[in-house]
């Protein structure tokens, strides 16, 4: 099986976000980047149809320089190589979450014979959740997002997905090629080992410049349907309500809190 | 000058953090009181290459670098100094002695599964007599027609009782001269016991072995006859750097810690933090984690070069659990009450620590080992 995962690179959830001088970009400097964390559930589920299936697990991402770290991260893993589309600077930051995909699909375009294209379910950055259903239909493949279990049946070329919903789980099946959003629960992903770690710098990770696609981002950012306005922190936490004095009077008050204020009585 | 590190150097110490935090942190004070050794967490370990960082693959290792190993000691001893214990025993004292001396075969035989982690190693050294003074071992040994005959006790052995292998040293008779040898486990003669009580490090296996005629192949001596002194001291020089770093792991445990309750404790109305006298011990301890981990480093960076780096070395790890001692105390002050209570774990951080200025050299070795490198003899 040839299978591609499509990874993001994402600040670290603990990181503390501060708005650019624009107010519709985040300030990137002191940022820690991390590899979105549904990206890891997708990896480590190709890593084991690969491993069950034999073929090789394709990393692909879209992004600045210091997207090579997180790449080199998901060979560490156990990807056999990986497609970089070098992001410039200036330009793509315009791009729409269309824009993007195109520029994925294109990547994907270079190489044929793709079995399943693997993503996780949403980006933890922006939680659009767009990327999975914009390259399943810019493909025209079927697909299936929030996956908390898969099964293929390589020789049918068939997949049996489980769905999650809100509080259920739906079963659906689909033909390869597919697209697949991978959902927290879907797998426990593997520490890389350190062995694999020292490998990865010596795997393939080919670099791809937006022009090698025929795309550039001016015309993509022009293209654009979704424009972010502008973003807001949310407010500071009010400072908490401290009861003292009288047990009785402190569960009265108490009680009358909980029924005014916080709604809950 | 570059005080970055690698991008591999990097990955393995984010990788060991997040097994530390995730794994291995969660049961660590339950396993300060039960003294349980973490054997499935040690597989884990060997699993994932943590044991083989500084060897080649060509021996199981990962094919890492002492700096790479320094960082992942550091973050294994931060949620569970006992357990760093044992990582850098089994490393530093059980795996170089083969890496360094070893035969290809002898390598291929007891350094690969050591190595890949599907057994411990340890290094029996020191002796009822035989301590800060390792030169004054009474273990003999007797040429025999088949190879060595071994007898002696040895003492306060790390991971003995799990190890596949036990590299002792012993003094044999024509010369006086020590020599060293691998013991494997359950050769007759050989018994392990791990029956101390400890004041720290109490879920790391500490072991008393006794060797009664213990019989030993030719083939298992390791390196030259009567060149043990020298491989011994040699292996302490590394094994310094190893605990020096797991030194910085307790240190930096202690000041996030002190920092954590110093922020969320009220007196007075307000948080502890907002006291100056509380401020200069965090600005102390903040100072003291920084400078010995820039040391550890820098003595790992060294031994990367192949240059010298004993003096570094043992500069790094005097200062390093001096300053684990000194923050781990700090930390259990700034804790007041609490501190002194099993609820926290602070009180487990120095009770750790003081095995650190103990043990692989005494800061008073230590520091005969540094002016020895200044002070012609
Ligand atoms: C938990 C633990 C794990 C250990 N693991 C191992 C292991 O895996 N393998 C191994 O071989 N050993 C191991 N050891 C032994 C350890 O290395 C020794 O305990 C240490 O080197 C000190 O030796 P000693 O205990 O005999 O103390 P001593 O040498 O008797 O020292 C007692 C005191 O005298 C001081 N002193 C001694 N000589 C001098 C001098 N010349 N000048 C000034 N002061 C001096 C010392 O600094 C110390 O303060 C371990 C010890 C412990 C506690």
Redesign the pocket.
Known sequence: MKIAVLVKQVPDTATRIALAADGASIQTSGIKWVLNPYDEFAIEEALKLRDAHTGEVVLVSFGPDRVEETIRQGLAMGADRAIWVKEEPSGSAEMDYLGRAQVLVAALAQEAEWDLVLVGKQAVDDDAAQTGPLVAALLNWPQAMVVLGLEVDARARRLKVIRELEGATERVELPMPAVLGAQRGLNVPRYPTLPNIMKAKRKEVRQVALADLGLDAASLADDRRVVVEGYQLPPPRPEPKVLTGDPAEAAAELVQLLHREAQIL | MNFDLTADQSLIRDTVKDFADQVVAPGASERDVTGEVPLDIMRQMGDLGFFGIPFPERWGGSGGDTVSYALAVEEIGRVDASLG?GFA?HVS??CSPLYLYGTDAQRERFLVPAATGQYLA?????????????GGTATRVEETAEGYRITGT???????LHAGYIVATARQPEDQRISSYIVPAGTPGLSVRAE?Q?L??RS?E?CEIHLDGVAVPRDLRLGEPGRGFRQFLEILDGGRISIGALSVGVAQASLDAALAYSQARRQFGRELAHFQAIQFKLADMAMEVELARTMVLKAAWLKDQRRDYAKEAAMAKLYASEAAMRASLEAVQIHGGYGYMRDYPVERYMRDAK?LV????????Q??VIARQLVPQ
């Open positions: 214990l025993a004292l059980g340890a290094f029996g050294l020191t002796e009822p007599g035989a301590g800060s003074d390792a040895k003492i306060f052995i790390t991971n003995a101390y400890k720290g490090m790391s500490t095995l103990i043990g692989e050299g005494t800061s008073e070795i520091r005969l």
